[in-house]
């Protein structure tokens, strides 16, 4: 989240392209908050949710159209005048000039300049900036030029009418000239807008692209870095952030360094060389890459030994190892053993089935979790009216559950979807043997060096060489934060020779990482969240517990969030080239000449109600000064923004659809990943399919959490819903003859499911080009267990309707738009 | 007796998470219930002897042929005029010194005519214990400084916890800014004390006519009807009575020799 939830309450206009009410409503607060003040809220969704009821307008919209809703947008703010010139001129690529060989998607029939139909990817040689003689991108400041980044997004989006949008998403058009009046006369330099979005745009086969989009019509805008406005990323569940920023993705080390490959980066030096960019924040990678080196290995991580560089598990640049890949893997006998932690995959993931039966394969599978859920019951899966009952006798697979404590019971933080790392303190001791994921993790780190303590093999060093010293027996987690943060592992002094930091003290930002080995950080985003107080004993900062106050509405005082506590970033976009707010009513952060400067004798500083993301000193007019995108090479937020999909976000119908693409002849993400898994585990419904005309989008409820670990087995929260259900239209309803409460079937070419309608005015059938098309909704959150006495606490598993098709870039799945039948009763 | 407290529910901005009907079961250690099928989100479709908390859901099409989904969380209303308490005979149901009602579960005979007294359906028997229950207000909890654990739960403030004089002004400014925002329909229910029942110390925003939200638009007393009633049957009484007696009278004068 480029913002912070406290501060879209000064929002004027929030869009919700997500259920937020319902997936984040303690987040949700913050736009009631804004709706106090006279803010408008507007809800995008195929259904009427709960954060429908509270919006102003409710924009219906056929699930996987939003390209063309956002491209309708930009498009809509560009021709009536009503984007944010100066930001857009200034602080985005805009005027960069794109080599002339380029073209769009208008002009290749969906299809970008480059594509390779026989790889199915693109060739990005044109997809770059013209550059002038000293290497610099050269811009046209008035957006004119026709390889200007401007208009090769204006003639992109030029199909994107508002005729457009109501032939493919079935929005009409005074609906959505409705939504953009509202929310695009709510930006600029007195106003600002917001817009949340979930995983609502992230499970399509063109998720990354979708969130790109949105980020687009923000910055069209000038929606970002500045007060009330932002992109609203709302993460699925407590800690997905704290997740990421610890590498919980095959592809990512901690702190968001790529993983190194074992074909291009044979050192430590080619690995720094060919992932550090020349100019931007960036350029410090190897101080980070080295203290998280040190952190990891301490003194056994040496400048001659590439600081442990080899004990990193490395890939080749072709394998990638997503959720979809492993349980496919896994289907194919690739993959032995699992470890599950926390994790549900026999419900929660795409094409569950297709999983079970993975993970049934296994020599050995451990299941740590809080219940013993479907994934630990695997091997003796009950039957019921849709589904085999799986055979013990069946399944070889030897299966270990470690019981682990949920939060309550241990100490640790948790950071949430606006970077905010908050600590908690456990409130009860776990039952019995049970022990918290940490200590689970510590032991087996222990019990591993042991059993490799003679090893002399060359695969065993890293773990022998691993700092891994928390404590006794039971690790305590401050040290661990401590080691994320980072500490100097000897006096270090600065160039004057004025001591910074004395040997072992926690540092108190990355600013001060070296490379040359006498610092340490777990992951450098981390670094500030503890420190030392005067006599030397640890401040954990993410304890911090200081509510906001009329001078620092942001609570920097409440936890702490990365990087450096700063709540807003890319904030020097909150004020104008020349240092100034963009206006009175949205003044933020701004450059006070008279304020005394670092260096003495000069004056000049960056102040406000925020940490600056940026050099505090850096006067706006100097060499850099009117860069906010400071992670980026050129300092400049992207329109164009080389994806493996396209350089600008382009409409593809999902894999399955009711309808041709009426955009171009490309049907779907002419790169997306589409896995051939074998014994028809994955077979797909054609375009428009006779056997299969409904779209189905799933989604979660309030109530319950995830795969329903969290909830079915709480007798409290279970009752909320009777059962498992399927929400239909009365429309549908009546074709088919379904009464509200009847069972029915809801098939697609992956599996079925037995459960109930629920019959409701709350969605109705879209008219997509002229033509009615039904869509229907169901919860993702039962499974075959649950609370003994309650039978509605069990049911069918919708992932049993998913299939195993991603998005090129990150290979998220699409479980958001797919296509299904529906049958009246138990077929 | 200590200034009023009261809870404000403001349906306004209330968005249906349900966590103050968890937290009330939570706190007050209310069992499970197997639910039955309502056709909507709602679970369960009335109050019950372990739900005291209950979100309502209500579809209700506008004139527009756009849909307003209705949220509320309701609850006891704690009557200043309450009728379990007037109807209890052996003084289980008393009023607080905070002016919320509540039951004496060790005094309580289950004679159930507090649940017939109830104008909102709010008190429900409990077949286990053989007494009668429903929100306490948390007394516990507010007898130790503490607010309700709805309101405490509640992620958007839409129920408040306070002093029932300074809640209702801050209910009757939300009228105001409501009604100023297009919401024609806004209205108070329960906040007027010389209203009906003498006020309702857990009082309501709607954003429609009580009905809608299956709320009695004047609600009163089955004790007050009783008095009628009475006065009725007496009347009637008196009046067969009298015929009676003329009846005896002319069989009197016809027999005046007997």
């Known amino acids: 989240?480029?913002?912070?939830?406290?501060?879209?309450?000064?929002?004027?206009?929030?869009?919700?392209?997500?259920?937020?009410?319902?997936?984040?409503?303690?987040?949700?607060?913050?736009?009631?908050?804004?709706?106090?003040?006279?803010?408008?809220?507007?809800?995008?969704?195929?259904?009427?949710?709960?954060?429908?009821?509270?919006?102003?307008?409710?924009?219906?919209?056929?699930?996987?159209?939003?390209?063309?809703?956002?491209?309708?947008?930009?498009?809509?703010?560009?021709?009536?005048?009503?984007?944010?010139?100066?930001?857009?001129?200034?602080?985005?690529?805009?005027?960069?000039?794109?080599?002339?060989?380029?073209?769009?998607?208008?002009?290749?029939?969906?299809?970008?300049?480059?594509?390779?139909?026989?790889?199915?990817?693109?060739?990005?040689?044109?997809?770059?900036?013209?550059?002038?003689?000293?290497?610099?991108?050269?811009?046209?400041?008035?957006?004119?030029?026709?390889?200007?980044?401007?208009?090769?997004?204006?003639?992109?989006?030029?199909?994107?009418?508002?005729?457009?949008?109501?032939?493919?998403?079935?929005?009409?058009?005074?609906?959505?000239?409705?939504?953009?009046?509202?929310?695009?006369?709510?930006?600029?330099?007195?106003?600002?807008?917001?817009?949340?979005?979930?995983?609502?745009?992230?499970?399509?086969?063109?998720?990354?692209?979708?969130?790109?989009?949105?980020?687009?019509?923000?910055?069209?805008?000038?929606?970002?870095?500045?007060?009330?406005?932002?992109?609203?990323?709302?993460?699925?569940?407590?800690?997905?952030?704290?997740?990421?920023?610890?590498?919980?993705?095959?592809?990512?080390?901690?702190?968001?360094?790529?993983?190194?490959?074992?074909?291009?980066?044979?050192?430590?030096?080619?690995?720094?060389?060919?992932?550090?960019?020349?100019?931007?924040?960036?350029?410090?990678?190897p101080k980070w890459v080295v203290s998280m080196l040190k952190a990891w290995y301490g003194d056994k991580a040496t400048k001659d030994n590439d600081y442990g560089f080899d004990w990193i598990a490395k890939r080749a640049s072709g394998d990638a190892y997503s959720h979809q890949h492993i349980f496919v893997d896994m289907y194919n006998g690739k993959l032995k053993g699992f470890f599950a932690i926390g994790q549900n995959p026999a419900v929660g993931g795409p094409n569950a089935k297709l999983a079970r039966e993975a993970m049934q394969r296994l020599d050995w599978l451990v299941v740590q979790d809080i219940f013993l859920t479907e994934t630990a019951e695997v091997w003796k899966a009950p039957g019921s009216s849709s589904r085999a009952a799986v055979s013990p006798k069946d399944v070889k697979t030897e299966v270990f559950f470690l019981p682990a404590a949920p939060a309550a019971e241990k100490d640790g933080t948790l950071t949430n979807t606006m970077r905010l790392i908050q600590w908690h303190e456990k409130a009860a001791n776990p039952p019995g043997s049970v022990r918290s994921d940490a200590e689970h993790v510590y032991q087996i780190g222990l019990r591993l060096k042991t059993l490799y303590a003679d090893s002399k093999a060359k695969r065993d060093q890293g773990i022998l060489a691993l700092t891994w010293d928390y404590g006794d027996q039971h690790p305590d987690i401050l040290k661990v934060l401590v080691e994320m943060n980072g500490v100097a592992l000897e006096e270090l002094k600065d160039k004057a020779g004025k001591v910074l930091y004395k040997k072992g003290e926690p540092l108190k930002s990355f600013a001060d990482l070296r490379d040359d080995g006498t610092t340490t950080s777990g992951i450098w985003i981390y670094t500030g969240a503890t420190v030392w107080d005067a006599e030397g004993k640890v401040v954990n900062r993410t304890a911090g517990r200081k509510k906001a106050d009329d001078k620092d509405y942001l609570a920097h005082g409440w936890g702490w969030a990365w990087p450096a506590n700063r709540r807003i970033i890319y904030n020097r976009a909150s004020a104008d080239p020349h240092g100034k707010p963009w206006s009175e009513k949205k003044k933020f952060l701004w450059w006070d000449p008279e304020a005394p400067s670092n260096v003495p004798d000069k004056k000049g500083k960056w102040v406000g109600l925020d940490v600056p993301d940026f050099n505090a000193f850096l006067a706006p007019d100097a060499k850099g000064g009117d860069n906010p995108y400071i992670m980026r090479a050129d300092g400049k937020g992207a329109f164009?923004?080389?994806?493996?999909?396209?350089?600008?976000?382009?409409?593809?119908?999902?894999?399955?659809?009711?309808?041709?693409?009426?955009?171009?002849?490309?049907?779907?993400?002419?790169?997306?990943?589409?896995?051939?898994?074998?014994?028809?585990?994955n077979e797909l419904a054609a375009v428009g399919s006779a056997e299969y005309p409904y779209v189905i989008t799933t989604y979660r409820l309030t109530e319950h959490h995830l795969s329903g670990v969290m909830s079915r087995y709480l007798p409290m929260l279970a009752e909320l819903f009777e059962s498992h259900f399927a929400e239909i239209s009365h429309e549908l309803a009546k074709e088919l003859g379904i009464q509200n409460g009847e069972k029915v079937t809801v098939m697609t070419p992956r599996g079925k499911i037995h459960v109930k309608a629920m019959v409701t005015n709350r969605l109705k059938p879209f008219t997509i080009d002229g033509k009615k098309i039904h869509e229907i909704g169901v919860p993702w959150h039962w499974g075959y267990n649950g609370v003994a006495g309650l039978p509605g606490s069990k049911g069918d598993i919708t992932n049993d309707l998913s299939a195993t098709v991603g998005d090129p870039n990150v290979f998220i799945q699409e479980t958001k738009a797919f296509l299904c039948n529906v049958k009246k009763g138990v077929v | 007796m200590a200034r009023t407290l009261a809870m404000f529910t403001d349906t306004s901005l209330c968005i249906g998470c349900r966590a103050c009907q968890v937290a009330c079961k939570q706190w007050n250690e209310l069992g499970m219930e197997v639910p039955e099928w309502t056709g909507t989100y709602q679970n369960h479709a009335h109050f019950t002897d372990q739900t005291f908390r209950l979100v309502r859901f209500i579809e209700e099409p506008k004139p527009t042929g756009d849909l307003a989904w209705l949220l509320m969380s309701d609850v006891c209303k704690h009557c200043a005029q309450a009728g379990c308490l007037e109807a209890c005979p052996t003084g289980a149901i008393y009023r607080t010194q905070y002016g919320t009602v509540d039951i004496n579960q060790d005094t309580c005979n289950g004679c159930r005519y507090c649940v017939s007294s109830c104008p909102f359906g709010v008190v429900a028997f409990n077949e286990r214990t053989g007494t009668a229950s429903k929100c306490t207000f948390c007394n516990d909890r507010i007898h130790n400084g503490l607010g309700p654990a709805c309101a405490k739960a509640c992620p958007t403030e839409s129920i408040q916890f306070g002093f029932r004089d300074d809640l209702v002004k801050k209910a009757q400014q939300r009228v105001e800014t409501l009604k100023g925002m297009g919401f024609k329909d806004a209205q108070l229910y329960g906040a007027d004390s010389k209203g009906f029942l003498g006020g309702l110390n857990a009082f309501f925003l709607l954003l429609a006519k009580p009905g809608t939200y299956n709320l009695p638009e004047s609600p009163k007393l089955p004790q007050r009807n009783v008095v009628v009633d009475s006065l009725l049957s007496i009347g009637s009484a008196v009046v067969i009575g009298l015929g009676a007696l003329l009846a005896f009278r002319e069989r009197g004068g016809g027999g005046g020799d007997a």
């Not at chain 1, 809509?76 to 000039?97: E, R």
């Not at chain 1, 050269?138 to 401007?150: A, C, G, I, Q, Y």
């Not at chain 1, 080389?642 to 002419?670: A, C, M, R, W």
């Open chain 1, 1 to 285: 989240m480029t913002t912070n939830l406290i501060d879209v309450q000064n929002s004027d206009v929030i869009m919700a392209t997500s259920n937020m009410a319902e997936n984040h409503p303690v987040g949700f607060q913050w736009v009631m908050k804004a709706k106090e003040r006279g803010a408008k809220l507007i809800h995008v969704d195929p259904r009427f949710t709960r954060t429908s009821s509270a919006a102003d307008l409710h924009v219906p919209l056929r699930s996987g159209t939003n390209i063309v809703f956002f491209g309708g947008l930009i498009k809509y703010a560009i021709d009536n005048n009503l984007y944010f010139k100066d930001y857009v001129v200034h602080y985005t690529n805009a005027s960069f000039l794109i080599d002339p060989e380029f073209k769009t998607a208008t002009d290749g029939g969906g299809l970008f300049t480059g594509y390779d139909p026989a790889k199915k990817a693109y060739d990005q040689k044109s997809w770059k900036y013209q550059l002038d003689g000293e290497g610099n991108p050269k811009r046209d400041l008035t957006l004119r030029d026709p390889h200007s980044v401007f208009q090769l997004l204006r003639r992109h989006y030029s199909r994107y009418t508002v005729e457009m949008v109501e032939r493919v998403c079935g929005i009409p058009k005074e609906k959505f000239v409705a939504a953009a009046k509202l929310f695009c006369e709510n930006s600029g330099p007195e106003k600002t807008g917001s817009i949340t979005y979930a995983l609502n745009l992230t499970q399509h086969t063109n998720g990354v692209e979708n969130i790109r989009a949105l980020c687009m019509l923000q910055l069209v805008l000038g929606n970002i870095g500045r007060p009330g406005g932002g992109v609203v990323a709302l993460r699925g569940h407590a800690n997905v952030q704290g997740a990421t920023d610890l590498a919980v993705l095959y592809q990512d080390l901690p702190g968001y360094h790529p993983v190194p490959l074992r074909d291009a980066h044979p050192d430590l030096k080619t690995y720094l060389e060919k992932t550090t960019p020349k100019t931007g924040f960036v350029v410090n990678r």
């Open chain 1, 640 to 681: 164009f923004g080389p994806l493996l999909d396209g350089p600008f976000p382009e409409h593809y119908e999902p894999v399955e659809s009711p309808v041709k693409n009426l955009l171009s002849k490309t049907q779907i993400n002419p790169t997306a990943k589409i896995w051939k898994v074998g014994d028809k585990k």
